[in-house]
């Protein structure tokens, strides 16, 4: 039985391991390295923290924007006070600025290093304006003081164990949906477009539709893992939307194995559970344990731990195969001395 430290945690890991997978359709499916992820997972995550700002307020203005001179609660902030419009928003929304980016950046044909600078240029643009509007945002404090979710407490224990199972099935639904999305002959055209993209347009494919619409998909999967983060957590930040996580999103899926849904999960989890258990038994050094995992893994592994399971499985087959040879020769040289 885990307390509700260690529940929070691992549904925060969970949590996690959305967005890894949405960041592992668009760049080990699609080839295009998005280092953006982290504002797409912030967008999902303010939707849900308006939200469950105005339950706790019940509708009045939230602190924070009193204490910055405000009278009124913003025009855009009332729409939030509706689950029904919130969560829906908290997909919605990353999955438009997904859109505007994606559409002028794909039918251009800007890729490969230049599509990834862009992303960051995002990143910095979304946390210096969600800084800068502290009035409507929190500033650099960010959103919190959470109480309730549909009249359910946030720190009661059975809230917080069912919140664990949400994330848990929203983690497997996601999960089967990409695979089948990659197993589908649009999942096809995705790693023909990753492999050959002018080959996959001269027989007659649009490359850019295909990526952006693993692009939108990808943001929409991160905003919701951004939603269930801040349930588990209780706070949503500019910094966790900033450069740092975004490039966090991309080691998990590069450790966990790029173009491994599973990997991406797997990458995921075990990396945020070595970091916070790290940090637990050795808060001074940790960070050297880390980046001396981050380089084996990246020398030694470069197909992640997906890749080094793949092998073992691989060496103990062909093992096995060796074996099944060797008694086939001695039954069939038996049968022939016969």
């Known amino acids: ?5 260690r529940l929070g945690l691992l549904a925060k890991f969970l949590a996690f391991a959305i967005v890894a997978i949405g960041l592992d359709l668009i760049w080990g499916y699609t080839g295009i390295l998005s280092l953006g992820h982290g504002v797409f997972f912030g967008l999902g ?8 700002k105005l339950e706790a307020t019940g509708g009045k203005l939230p602190d924070f924007m009193s ?3 405000l009278n009124k609660i913003p025009w855009f902030w009332k729409p939030f006070e509706h689950a029904a419009f919130a969560i829906p928003a908290g997909i919605l929304v990353p999955m438009a600025v ?6 002028f950046t794909f039918r251009n044909r800007i890729r490969g290093v230049y599509f990834t600078i862009l992303t960051q240029a995002l990143v910095i643009i979304m946390t210096t304006l969600f800084i800068g509007q502290q009035q409507f945002t929190g500033g650099t404090n960010g959103i919190t003081g959470f109480q309730t979710i549909f009249g359910f407490s946030l720190k009661e224990q059975s809230t917080k164990v069912v919140l664990y199972w949400v ?9 089967f949906i990409c695979q089948k999305l990659v197993k589908s002959r649009s999942g096809r055209v995705l790693r023909a477009v990753r492999d050959a993209e002018n080959r996959a347009r001269f027989i007659g494919y649009n490359p850019s539709s295909y990526q952006l619409f693993v692009f939108c998909v990808s943001a929409g999967i991160a905003g919701l893992a951004g939603m269930l983060f801040v349930l588990h957590v209780g706070i949503i930040s500019p910094t966790t939307m900033g450069i740092i996580p975004s490039i966090e999103i991309v080691l998990w899926v590069a450790l966990g194995g790029r173009g491994s849904l599973i990997g991406a999960v797997i990458g995921a989890i075990v990396i945020n559970a070595a970091k916070s258990g790290l940090s637990e038994t050795f808060p001074d050094t940790w960070l050297f344990f880390m980046g001396a995992l981050f380089v084996i893994v990246v020398v030694f592994l470069p197909k992640g731990l997906v890749g080094l ?17 060797s008694t086939y020769s001695v039954l069939r040289e038996s049968d022939s001395s016969v």
């Not at 994330?167 to 999960?175: A, C, G, S, Y």
């Open 167 to 175: 994330t848990l099935l929203m983690l497997i639904v996601v999960f």
């Open 309 to 325: 399971a793949q092998q073992i499985v691989g060496k103990i087959k062909r093992r096995l195969g060796k074996d099944d040879n």
């Open 1 to 5: 039985m885990l307390s509700d430290f």
């Open 98 to 103: 997904a859109f505007i980016l994606g559409f």
């Open 45 to 52: 995550a303010y939707c849900m923290a308006m939200f469950l």
């Open 67 to 69: 204490w910055s001179g």
